[in-house]
């Protein structure tokens, strides 16, 4: 089996929102440490997982995460946390809470495309370290503002990565694909969730590494 790690931002506008008071009326700050974004390209569409490693430095708080996927996105599976999310027409919502320190939360989904695309993404957090991972052949991507660094080997595979340091919040991160493969339309629920099982394994196992970091 194909092992698939990419990460890129430009597919979706993906708003991890928080909202309420903390506990003890004290100020909360949480901001990504490391938001993880693996993008297979397939014949039409696009296979998407992402990563988030939101870190709380104060008491625990529950917030609601509010996610906004690209219109057209669909076979959404949440691999780690979000346990009651919900959709909403835009993408979905959910209740999350934060103990202080850290957690990881972890969803996937698949969107079709055509030969090219640009995907942009805004966040109400700051973002101390982005990475984006592309997998496949051919296609040209760009990152705006990201630095191009060592590719990734996985599955015997090398593949295109990005970083992006200290992202503002609210501060647009775009990503071009282009050379993007057509040659059939959508695919089976089976293998795009299959697909989505293996990608959030990886992932998670880049969080935990990066986490001992």
């Excluded at 708080?61 to 009651?84: C, D, K, M, W």
């Amino acid at each position: 089996m194909r092992v698939f790690i990419l990460l890129c931002v430009c597919v979706a506008i993906l708003t991890v929102a928080a909202y309420g008071s903390p506990a003890a009326g004290l100020p909360g700050t949480l901001e990504i440490g490391l938001l993880l974004v693996a993008i297979d390209v397939r014949p039409d569409h696009l296979r998407i997982s992402e990563g988030l490693r939101i870190s709380n430095p104060g008491p625990p708080q529950t917030r609601e995460i509010i996610v906004t996927l690209p219109r057209g996105a669909t076979y959404v599976t949440f691999h780690r946390g979000l346990n009651s999310a919900r959709g909403t027409p835009d993408g979905f919502v959910a209740p999350q809470r934060f103990p202080t320190g850290v957690t990881e939360i972890a969803y996937s989904y698949a969107l079709a495309v055509g030969r090219e695309t640009v995907l942009s993404r805004t966040f109400p957090l700051p973002a101390r370290r982005v990475e984006i991972v592309v997998r496949g052949s051919g296609v040209q991507a760009t990152v705006r503002d990201g630095v191009v660094v060592p590719p990734a080997e996985v599955g015997g595979e090398r593949l295109q990565r990005w970083e992006v340091r200290d992202l503002p919040a609210a501060a647009p991160l775009v990503m071009s694909l282009r050379g993007l493969p057509t040659r059939r339309t959508w695919i089976p629920i089976a293998a795009a969730v299959g697909l989505a099982a293996v990608l959030s394994a990886v992932l998670l196992a880049s969080l935990r590494q990066a986490r001992r970091q």
